[in-house]
């Protein structure tokens, strides 16, 4: 949003105003990426797998517990950003899937930018990235749907118009 100057919107920034945007998005980076490698690190002690039925833990179970499976330590991370300050409409968890093993895994996306395009992946196993990295960058693997505590979405795939076979 452009701030206002005496009732006029000023669509320039002020060189002062460009740094303060500039740091406070690299020391949120910095807080987003050290909490994904505390809790990779606490998931390599704490998984625990959730046998025949697949249980969703609440965060008070897994601390409880100790432990539990991808959905229940994502938890760790999603709620740790969401206390720290991070809004609703920039942190979702999300059920991802590969490709090539549909193999489905839970991990929490981080839209950093107002275009909500490419969010960054924060998973809490490492099982697609070790790494705080954007989707993109991780082909293999799809969210088939996004969530909070008071919205659920399920994500399509456009069909590209030439992959679409005619007569």
Same mark, same amino acid.
């Given at each position: 949003?452009? +701030?206002?100057?005496?009732?006029? %919107? @000023?669509?320039?920034?002020? +060189?002062l105003?460009?740094?303060?945007?500039?740091?406070?998005?690299?020391?949120?980076?910095?807080?987003?990426?050290?909490? %994904?490698?505390?809790?990779?690190?606490?998931? =390599?002690?704490?998984?625990?797998?959730?046998?025949e039925?697949? =249980?969703?833990?609440?965060?008070?179970? @897994?601390?409880?517990?100790?432990?539990?499976?991808?959905?229940?330590?994502?938890?760790?991370t999603? @709620?740790?950003?969401? *206390?720290?300050?991070?809004e609703?409409?920039?942190?979702?968890?999300?059920?991802?899937?590969e490709?090539?093993?549909h193999?489905h =895994?839970?991990?929490?996306?981080?839209?950093?930018?107002?275009? *909500?395009?490419?969010?960054?992946?924060?998973?809490?196993?490492? @099982?697609?990235?070790?790494?705080m990295?954007?989707?993109?960058?991780?082909?293999?693997?799809? +969210?088939?749907?996004?969530?909070?505590?008071?919205? =659920?979405?399920? %994500?399509?795939v456009?069909?590209e118009?030439?992959?679409?076979?005619?007569?």
């Amino acid at each position: 949003m452009d +701030p206002v100057q005496n009732g006029e %919107v @000023v669509s320039e920034q002020s +060189p002062l105003a460009e740094e303060y945007g500039e740091f406070s998005l690299r020391l949120r980076r910095e807080v987003v990426a050290e909490a %994904v490698r505390w809790v990779q690190t606490q998931s =390599h002690r704490f998984y625990r797998p959730d046998g025949e039925s697949d =249980h969703w833990a609440t965060l008070g179970e @897994v601390v409880k517990q100790g432990g539990d499976d991808c959905d229940g330590l994502d938890l760790l991370t999603f @709620v740790l950003l969401r *206390r720290l300050g991070f809004e609703e409409s920039e942190i979702y968890r999300a059920i991802v899937v590969e490709r090539s093993s549909h193999q489905h =895994h839970m991990v929490t996306l981080w839209f950093d930018t107002e275009s *909500r395009e490419n969010p960054y992946v924060l998973d809490p196993t490492g @099982v697609v990235t070790k790494q705080m990295v954007r989707l993109a960058d991780v082909p293999d693997w799809s +969210p088939i749907e996004l969530f909070d505590e008071t919205a =659920h979405y399920r %994500v399509e795939v456009a069909v590209e118009p030439a992959a679409v076979s005619g007569n």
